[in-house]
């Protein structure tokens, strides 16, 4: 909790919260993935590992889990935490570059992406990047994120015309899951 609160402080544009996100929030985000037939799972801005600790408990064996996380500190100890994880790959790096590092890894399909970036405090011109490459390594996956407001719901929008999204209240602050998928592929 220290080393977040320090590095919100340091950086407060790109950690986007003064806290980690809730145990129900995780739950929430990760509740969307049919794990039994992902293979392929990025999770961008993992922070210190709200989200990642839940993924790590309900996948597969088998399943690629890729984190790319820009923050030097919580790279680090993401990389400290999961070394001895062969099916957890750890990148310190942007997430506008994503299709590069899926290249990189020869991985041609994600199946899911989720995101605890917050798009709301980002430049819209990154955030565009971001989304871009998210859209482009997705295919027909799901792209899962959360959000405090619904303010960057129809930016979002622009990438992915599918979105549902829920509030979970049990979060400081209160916190939107947004589920997205390309086209109209999912009953309101």
């Known amino acids: ?43 961008l801005g993992p922070g ?65 992406v989720v995101s605890g970036l917050p798009f709301t405090s980002l430049n819209p011109a990154i955030s565009s990047r971001i989304l871009h490459n998210v859209k482009e390594c997705l295919e027909d996956g799901e792209f899962i994120t959360f959000q405090y407001s619904l303010v960057r719901k129809s930016f979002i929008q622009n990438y992915f015309e599918d979105i549902s999204h829920e509030k979970v209240w049990i979060n400081l602050p209160p916190a939107y899951v947004l589920s997205c998928k390309l086209g109209n592929v999912r009953a309101s």
């Open 1 to 43: 909790m220290l080393t977040f609160l320090t590095e919100f402080i340091k950086h407060p544009k790109t950690i986007g919260a003064i806290s980690p996100s809730s145990k129900k929030l995780a739950k929430k985000m990760v509740d969307q993935i049919s794990f039994e037939n992902a293979r392929y799972i990025v999770e």
């Open 48 to 112: 210190t590992g709200s989200f990642t600790k839940e993924l790590v408990k309900r996948k597969e064996q088998s399943t690629k889990l890729i984190l790319i996380e820009n923050n030097k500190v919580f790279c680090e100890k993401l990389r400290e935490q999961f070394e001895h994880e062969p099916s957890i790959i750890v990148i310190h790096g942007s997430a506008e570059d994503l299709c590069d590092y899926m290249s990189a890894l020869n991985i041609k399909k994600i199946d899911y």
